[in-house]
């Protein structure tokens, strides 16, 4: 099993008329993920690669029976895609765009969890997710994955990448790899995928990645205190980042004490995870952990 | 990016937040002639992008023009914590009756907006928190929703404002919060919120920050960092589109992601040295991207090593190999490279370095041997 896309997954993309909406639905497709559609408002009718086109996310549904959206559209209007999946009854939304205003964001997660309470949504901001050897939907480079029973959550794009990367080295495989996207609202948040891979039988142990900023890893470490048995193993980025500048990631900004590394860090040791000081001894350590 | 204050307080005009009335000057001579068209007793005020002006000497009252010329003469070109005052805002004083504190941000733990409100401002609202946490009212607004007229209210009364400022509070906090919206701003922040002797409610101060990608709204927005002081370095990185933040270690840094830049920081301090900056070249860097980076690192003296660190995802390391292999053709390179590539075509960019002849050029193929490389030629100790 995998979490949240397997093999019966049905991607529909929203800006797959784009450059790189094609790039990477293609390059999905060609990894086996089942991608059933595409829309563009006046392009309904035409098709892309054998990729058929509809006006709104709603007829693709409808046409294709399709249960996942994947969007690409630019920042202006990305917030109104993620509204208009939600409302055509797709059970996954998957946003790779990058900028989007906090406004939006915070306007269209609440907006989710009051019309359609339901629906996941990973990102914005984010790599998508990859269940090895059954479904690919975003921008991840799937030649570092391999099927396996490690399942990783992170919310840094290439920390995501070097993570995989060592555990696949090590001989570790991946039921599910998921970037929850670094940016103030996210969709998803640790806890929600936390709970999928506790769930999940063939998940034997978990990867977390976190960074600077908010408070999403102490909130996953109380969470794992009492609900998660599985071994998790840790890394933080930004022990050393100075305080009160933004990285890159909205999200990466320290207010006071609590958001540091170092406190997050300290209440993941506390919750029983095993917690690196470097992101390349992933994988030597959830081989103790899994084989010891 | 953080408004001076005298921008903030245009904005606060612009959408019918009261701010006392006043205007920018660089020179004591136009401090004079504001002052002289405001008439009365004015304050002069440094604008700098930090707090603690009033401390360092940055406000001053003058009680007539020539009283703001010397004032404006002393305040122009001081250094606030590092920060030199090009500029001041001078504004009508006001008899202040009572000082409050309001603003306006994102909670990112409840995902909901934060609006927070005390009688006791003017002070250190932080310490406030800290001490008299039942003095800062904070109230959940629903961003889909927006404040009601009700939930606004309840912060003035909950807060146990004078009664007399009740009505201008409430209608302040509605104007502010429509500012915060509108404007795409991460935090409005007034403190103090006045109350005059006359009755009226007033922001007499302004931290506005703006979320840059909401510019798309603003066409005129980007025009606000022309006010403001940037290191030569960072102007140069931003204007090639590169997120660079100067630190004061000695071990240049180029990565793609921000999270992997954060964690080659992380590293190369774990091996025992310093970074000397952080450099975020983004998702699908291509060869001019490297050399750019390269070149902006040259303008920094203090750079006595580079420690490139490349994990392929959309970002092609054959890509990144070419750009370092045009940098050692093209530039004059000050110190040595060391490089880590990993992840998408990075076979073939090992490659591409194999082809570079000099010594300057080390390759690693762990992050933590790139640190240790590097700190060791900075001429640092490992640990």
């Known amino acids: 099993m995998a979490i949240l896309i397997d093999e019966n997954t049905k991607v529909v993309v929203q800006g797959l008329t784009g450059k790189e909406g094609q790039f990477h639905a293609l390059r999905n497709r060609a990894y086996g993920t089942k991608v059933v559609a595409g829309t563009r408002p006046g392009k309904g009718g035409e098709e892309v690669e054998g990729i058929p086109i509809f006006d709104t996310v709603a007829q693709a549904v409808e046409a294709t029976g399709a249960n996942t959206s994947l969007i690409f559209v630019p920042p202006p209007f990305a917030a109104d895609a993620v509204m208009e999946s939600a409302a055509a009854g797709v059970d996954v939304i998957v946003c790779i765009t990058e900028g989007i205003p906090a406004q939006d964001e915070a306007k269209v997660y609440n907006y989710l969890k009051e019309t359609a309470p339901d629906t996941v949504l990973i990102g914005p901001n984010c790599p998508g997710l990859i269940s090895p050897g059954k479904s690919n939907v975003g921008i991840m480079p799937d030649s570092i994955t391999t099927p396996g029973p490690v399942g990783v959550v992170s919310r840094s794009g290439t920390l995501t990448y070097q993570a995989v990367h060592e555990l696949t080295t090590h001989g570790l495989g991946q039921t599910t790899c998921i970037g929850i996207g670094g940016d103030p609202v996210p969709g998803t948040t640790f806890i929600d995928v936390l709970k999928r891979f506790q769930a999940d039988p063939e998940t034997k142990g978990i990867v977390m990645i976190g960074e600077i900023g908010g408070d999403a890893e102490e909130r996953a470490a109380e969470f794992i205190q009492e609900h998660v048995t599985k071994p998790v193993v840790s890394y933080i980025a930004g022990v050393t980042a100075p305080p009160g500048k933004k990285m890159g990631h909205a999200g990466a900004i320290i207010s006071g004490s609590k958001g540091t590394a170092a406190a997050k860090m300290e209440a993941l040791a506390a919750a029983g995870v095993t917690v690196l000081d470097d992101p390349t001894s992933i994988g030597e350590a959830m081989k103790g952990l899994l084989e010891g | ?383």
């Open chain 2, 1 to 383: 990016m953080d408004l001076l204050e005298y921008q903030g307080k245009s904005l606060f005009a612009r959408i019918g937040v009261p701010v006392p009335e006043g205007m920018a000057a660089t020179t004591p001579e136009e401090a004079r002639d504001v002052a002289r068209e405001l008439g009365g007793t004015v304050v002069v005020k440094a604008q700098v992008q930090v707090g603690g002006r009033g401390k360092a000497g940055g406000i001053k009252l003058a009680a007539n023009p020539d009283e703001a010329y010397d004032r404006a003469g002393e305040i122009l070109g001081m250094d606030i914590k590092g920060h030199t005052v090009h500029r001041v805002w001078i504004e009508r004083a006001s008899k202040i009756k009572s000082e409050y504190y309001a603003s306006f941000t994102l909670d990112r733990s409840a995902k909901k907006h934060l609006g927070m409100i005390s009688a006791k401002g003017g002070m250190d609202i932080e310490a406030v928190a800290a001490t008299e946490p039942e003095a800062v009212v904070k109230v959940h607004i629903d961003p889909v929703i927006g404040l009601p007229n009700w939930q606004a209210t309840e912060m003035v009364y909950r807060a146990k404002l004078d009664p007399e400022a009740a009505r201008g509070a409430v209608a302040l906090l509605k104007k502010l919060y429509q500012a915060f919206v509108e404007y795409d701003c991460d935090l409005v922040e007034v403190n103090p919120m006045i109350l005059t002797e006359d009755g009226q409610v007033m922001a007499l101060d302004s931290k506005v920050s703006l979320d840059e990608n909401g510019f798309f709204r603003h066409k005129d927005f980007p025009e606000f960092a022309k006010e403001h002081v940037i290191p030569p370095v960072e102007r140069m990185a931003k204007d090639r589109g590169l997120n660079f933040i100067k630190l004061d270690g000695d071990v240049g840094i180029i990565g793609n992601g921000a999270g992997l830049v954060m964690s080659t920081l992380d590293v190369v301090s774990l091996v025992g040295g310093k970074a000397a900056n952080f450099l975020d070249v983004g998702g699908g860097a291509g060869a001019d991207t490297i050399t750019n980076a390269l070149e902006v690192l040259m303008q920094d003296p203090s750079v006595k090593t580079v420690l490139i660190n490349i994990f392929g995802g959309i970002t092609r390391g054959d890509l990144v190999a070419q750009g370092v292999l045009e940098a050692f053709q093209s530039l004059d390179l000050p110190w040595p490279i060391v490089v880590r590539l990993d992840g998408t075509n990075a076979v073939e960019g090992r490659e591409i370095l194999a082809k570079v002849q000099s010594e300057k050029l080390i390759p690693a193929a762990t992050m933590r041997e790139a640190a240790e490389k590097a700190v060791q030629l900075a001429g640092g100790e490992v640990s």
